[in-house]
């Protein structure tokens, strides 16, 4: 169950079993596979949330575009729709939705507290089994009704798939705007779907390789405005920041571990090698994971915190490795043809995203921890930088396009390409995990 925290402007709780109908238990009931190679999106009606205004449209619009997006579920049009509901809370005509094939059914209403909050709940039914299968109900402010469409959508995506959902998320990234030779690249934050962008710096210094924290608000990244890169720590909601440290030489790629207590990264020396070092943020120690005459960078950790996996040339050109969390047992896992780069565990710890270059082609792809099993889910003629959403199904990139990079998404089937609209170009994207 999700916990709305004050902190968010989110306040109240969640209703299971809603008054007046009870959800019955489950029966032969409709249910997405997620094992399958090959997923059939379901066919669901998504009825506009009654109110008093426009609130109720947009809110079950948010919930239609969240899960239209995933490629999973395939929204009916309202104009087929028989049975137009006028009390989401009564049963519906079952057999009008199954006549056009709606295996699926979403009804709620959006309303005003007498405090102000809006309270906006839903009903999912199995519309051939002719039972309600969950009912919930939220409370917000007017800032963050947007937010209660997100946690809807996840909601029933997690009823459906047996999974979590991923839309209430957001994605901090580069946004780029002018020239390209005088590019301007600014902090940027937004809602999963592109919305509510908030930019946290101000574009005078460049900045790069934004990465969130797995377990609070807080983001590091890199800034060249003191002329050379260095790495902070930026808590988003408040705006306070801190140097990580001051390294001799150049500093490359940080990322957290997944206890938030450590960063990682890639030091560039003067003999012009690159090698790993991880830092502990409470002691400021910092570790020196390989010690290579070769380029070493790019450190993701498993989720478990147990290993790393990085790129190295030292084989002749950049391969992926994997070790253990303190530098132990280096070991090259990618045998293919090409240039690989940018590994990313994923949060389900089953696959690591890269990618890779080859004859004339940028790849983003996935392979399994020890290297098998390599897929490619996307080619195009310049695209890097994956990130995964916190549930493990989808990646999300830039592609060179334009003039500029924008930020494109694509599920583990790559079948499901998605663009990610933004108001300028945009780079380096990190998905947060699943708010609170």
């Known amino acids: 169950m999700k916990k709305l925290l004050t902190t968010l402007m989110l306040i109240g709780t969640i209703a299971t079993a809603m008054s007046g109908l009870a959800t019955l238990p489950a029966k032969a009931l409709v249910q997405l596979d997620l094992t399958q190679p090959n997923i059939e999106p379901l066919p669901i009606a998504i009825t506009d949330f009654q109110s008093g205004d426009a609130l109720g449209a947009e809110i079950s619009g948010i919930v239609i575009d969240d899960l239209?997006?995933?490629?999973?579920?395939?929204?009916?049009?309202?104009?087929?729709?028989?049975?137009?509901?006028?009390?989401?809370?009564?049963?519906?005509?079952?057999?009008?939705?199954?006549?056009?094939?709606?295996?699926?059914?979403?009804?709620?209403?959006?309303?005003?507290?007498?405090?102000?909050?809006?309270?906006?709940?839903?009903?999912l039914w199995d519309?051939?089994?002719?039972?309600?299968?969950?009912?919930?109900?939220?409370f917000a402010n007017d800032a963050n009704t947007r937010r209660v469409g997100h946690i809807i959508a996840d909601a029933i995506y997690e009823r459906l798939t047996g999974e979590k959902g991923y839309f209430d998320t957001r994605v901090v990234f580069i946004d780029e705007s002018g020239a390209k030779n005088a590019r301007k690249k600014r902090l940027a934050i937004m809602d999963q779907d592109g919305a509510n962008v908030r930019?946290?710096?101000?574009?005078?210094?460049?900045?790069?390789?934004?990465?969130?924290?797995?377990?609070?608000?807080?983001?590091?990244?890199?800034?060249?405005?003191?002329?050379?890169?260095?790495?902070?720590?930026?808590?988003?909601?408040?705006?306070?920041?801190?140097?990580?440290?001051?390294?001799?030489?150049?500093?490359?790629?940080?990322?957290?571990?997944?206890?938030?207590?450590?960063?990682?990264?890639?030091?560039?020396?003067?003999?012009?090698?690159?090698?790993?070092?991880?830092?502990?943020?409470?002691?400021?120690?910092?570790?020196?994971?390989?010690?290579?005459?070769?380029?070493?960078?790019?450190?993701?950790?498993?989720?478990?915190?147990?290993?790393?996996?990085f790129t190295s040339d030292r084989g002749g050109r950049a391969q992926i490795y994997v070790m253990g969390a303190d530098g132990s047992g280096q070991t090259r896992i990618s045998f293919g043809d090409g240039v690989y780069s940018t590994p990313v565990w994923s949060p389900r710890g089953d696959l690591i995203a890269f990618t890779k270059q080859t004859g004339g082609e940028f790849q983003i792809g996935v392979m399994r921890t020890d290297g098998s099993g390599e897929r490619i889910l996307s080619t195009g003629f310049q695209q890097e930088g994956p990130t995964w959403a916190p549930n493990g199904r989808v990646l999300m990139f830039f592609r060179d396009s334009n003039g500029g990079p924008k930020l494109v998404s694509v599920d583990l089937t790559g079948r499901n390409e998605q663009s990610i609209p933004?108001?300028?170009?945009?780079?380096?994207?990190?998905?947060?995990?699943?708010?609170?």
């Open 68 to 123: 239209k997006r995933s490629g999973l579920f395939a929204p009916i049009d309202k104009s087929a729709f028989i049975e137009k509901i006028s009390n989401p809370d009564a049963m519906p005509r079952f057999e009008d939705w199954k006549v056009i094939n709606a295996q699926a059914l979403v009804t709620g209403s959006v309303g005003k507290e007498a405090d102000g909050r809006v309270r906006a709940q839903y009903r």
């Open 127 to 138: 519309a051939f089994a002719g039972q309600q299968l969950s009912g919930e109900q939220f």
């Open 199 to 309: 930019y946290l710096s101000n574009g005078k210094s460049i900045v790069l390789t934004p990465r969130f924290s797995p377990n609070r608000q807080e983001i590091t990244y890199m800034s060249y405005e003191s002329g050379q890169p260095r790495v902070y720590l930026l808590q988003i909601e408040t705006g306070q920041r801190e140097l990580v440290g001051n390294f001799p030489g150049m500093t490359f790629a940080p990322r957290f571990s997944p206890d938030g207590q450590k960063v990682i990264m890639s030091l560039l020396r003067d003999d012009g090698n690159s090698n790993i070092f991880a830092m502990d943020l409470r002691s400021r120690s910092t570790t020196r994971l390989t010690n290579s005459t070769a380029i070493d960078t790019s450190p993701s950790y498993s989720p478990d915190g147990s290993k790393v996996v």
């Open 422 to 436: 933004t108001a300028n170009f945009a780079s380096d994207p990190a998905w947060s995990p699943l708010l609170e």
